[in-house]
């Protein structure tokens, strides 16, 4: 299953916004260089999807947006 998601980071609050299906727009208020930013955002993605973190694979990026495989 093929996640597409846009993330902004140095949010101020962190949200997640659902645009159908497997498309989101996710806030997190980490910088994308600070370490830990991608642990947290796959956390903050396997609490929404209900999978475990584990399983939320990178493929890669298109344009802005990142993509993620779920096994």
Not at 10 to 39: C, H, N, W
Request: without cysteine; aromatic residues 12%; glycine residues 8%.
């Amino acid at each position: 299953m093929k996640l597409v998601v846009q993330i902004k980071f140095d949010s101020k609050k962190q949200r997640i916004t659902k645009f159908g299906d497997f498309r989101y727009l996710v806030y997190l208020p980490s910088k994308k260089e600070e370490p830990g930013t991608m642990a947290k955002f796959l956390d903050v993605m396997s609490k929404e999807l209900g999978v475990p973190a584990h399983r939320i694979k990178y493929q890669g990026k298109q344009g802005e947006n990142h993509i993620f495989d779920i096994e």
